[in-house]
């Protein structure tokens, strides 16, 4: 009848159906639902997504191949895919699996909002089944731009038959950076998969590269006066006496805080990651045995002070304190594990240029150790030694040499240094001096070594100098005893 007009209308289905995927939050499900009830084999083209249909039958012992892609896709760049063969069910004699490649994130939308997502997304399913916990991970390579350096990647999946709205997940993937262009996904399960990156707000340090060589040249040279004056103390008369003990018990560990504080750079460049980890278990032994040391130093002279005991102490007793509780300290935190090995720094003028010691790394359990061993010991020490560097001074500050201000100077300096005051500075790294309080404990501490060396030069000059002015007088020189009150009740 003239009345009716029938006009058809020319429709793209494909197009439309992924219209309507993207805006549904399992618009991905949605599409590998159509493939996998779909006849097709092989290749199957979609505006939205390019998918693989593999059977997989008896006797499936894995397969290689890389995805289909968009026709203006370029061939370098097109993900591939490993299927291990115990993806294939024994229960089955054949198992259909669907293989998807999306170019389009409008269907991954979601997620973090200071991460992005790389444009490539891989989605993996088997018919009918579940598959997680796979003895045999599937790897996805991926092939992208190079990153920045301070981007990291990682590997994510996002299952949305788990999880109705974006939700991408690190675990159940391992990422294998194999180089700049190209990471690999080695997963435990079948999902959708991706490659997420982020921008690293990596702590730097300022001026890393003048501290490092101000270090290197001071333990360089605390290295050598520490030989220099080991020999002293074992040639010197009554060698054996207790503070000679402790002296040599403190030049020994502070030689090697400065031999291994040397090596930890170049070690960590060439050797493996148990050789660091070696490295960073006997530099921090070094570290704590320093402290203990100085701990001893402070003990030693209470006892002195106070004339506690009449009689010395036997010497195992301070290489105990010296020697022997940093090595439980330290074997407790290797027992624990994930502690030592390989830690970057990263200097802020050239954060490409990072620098590698071994040490403890950078971690939760590290913290936690850094804070009570680390921290804790040192703020005993330095609390220890600044009471005691109080109470020495208080006992000589009568002395009548004590006005000279040339053996002011040299009776507190010395001090100082032998109780480990000076690493004091270390709490005071905040604030707008922190630059010139770092400065100055690098310096300082790093020169712990030679400082003590001219410490026992100018007693050592001044005893000669007493001897000289006595003419063999027995009364002794009142400057020795101010200097070395700690040595003599």
Not at 17 to 25: G, H, I, L, Q
Not at 402 to 425: D, E, N, Q, R, Y
């Amino acid at each position: 009848m003239e009345k009716y007009t029938f006009r058809g209308d020319t429709i793209n289905c494909k197009k439309k159906f992924c219209d309507e995927a993207s805006k549904k939050p399992s618009g991905a499900n949605m599409i590998e639902e159509v493939v996998m009830k779909s006849n097709e084999r092989g290749r199957l083209d979609l505006p939205c997504a390019q998918s693989t249909v593999i059977e997989m039958k008896e006797g499936f012992t894995g397969l290689n191949f890389t995805l289909p892609a968009p026709r203006t896709a370029a061939p370098n760049m097109i993900p591939s895919v490993y299927l291990p063969s115990c993806l294939k069910s024994k229960s089955r004699s054949t198992s259909k699996v669907v293989c998807t490649y999306y170019k389009d994130k409008a269907l991954f939308q979601g997620g973090s909002s200071d991460a992005v997502l790389l444009d490539d997304i891989v989605g993996l399913s088997v018919e009918n089944e579940s598959i997680k916990n796979l003895s045999e991970p599937v790897r996805i390579r991926f092939h992208h731009s190079p990153l920045p350096t301070n981007h990291s990647r990682r590997c994510v999946s996002w299952d949305t038959r788990q999880y109705i709205e974006v939700n991408w997940r690190y675990d159940g993937c391992e990422t294998v950076e194999i180089h700049d262009r190209e990471t690999e996904c080695s997963c435990n399960h079948l999902t959708y998969f991706a490659i997420l990156v982020q921008v690293e707000q990596k702590a730097t340090v300022r001026h890393l590269k003048a501290l490092t060589f101000i270090t290197a040249v001071g333990c360089a040279v605390s290295l050598v006066s520490c030989l220099v004056l080991f020999y002293w103390l074992c040639k010197r008369r009554g060698k054996k006496t207790q503070i000679s003990l402790v002296h040599r018990g403190l030049v020994v560990a502070i030689f090697l805080l400065c031999l291994f504080f040397i090596l930890t750079g170049a070690l960590a460049n060439v050797g493996d990651e148990i050789v660091c980890k070696i490295t960073g278990s006997l530099l921090h032994y070094a570290l704590l045995s320093t402290l203990c040391w100085m701990a001893m130093e402070v003990f030693h002279t209470f006892l002195l002070i106070r004339k506690v005991f009449n009689s010395t102490l036997p010497p195992w007793i301070f290489y105990l304190g010296g020697f022997g509780l940093p090595v439980l300290l330290v074997g407790i935190l290797l027992l624990t594990g994930d502690i030592y090995g390989k830690r970057s720094i990263v200097p802020s003028d050239d954060v490409n240029n990072t620098y590698h010691m071994c040490w403890m790394l950078k971690n939760e359990k590290s913290l936690l150790a850094h804070y009570i061993i680390n921290v804790g010991l040192l703020a005993v020490v330095v609390s220890s030694g600044s009471v005691m560097l109080f109470v020495v001074v208080r006992e000589i500050r009568n002395r009548p040499d004590w006005k000279k201000i040339h053996v002011a100077f040299l009776s507190i300096w010395g001090l100082t240094c032998l109780f480990g005051t000076t690493w004091s500075l270390g709490f005071l790294d905040f604030g707008p001096l922190s630059e010139a309080i770092l400065f100055l404990f690098c310096i300082i501490n790093s020169l712990q070594g030679f400082f003590l060396m001219l410490r026992y030069y100018a007693l050592e000059q001044m005893k000669k100098k007493d001897r000289s002015i006595s003419d063999g007088s027995s009364s002794g020189s009142s400057k020795q005893h101010m200097l070395q009150t700690h040595e003599k009740s």
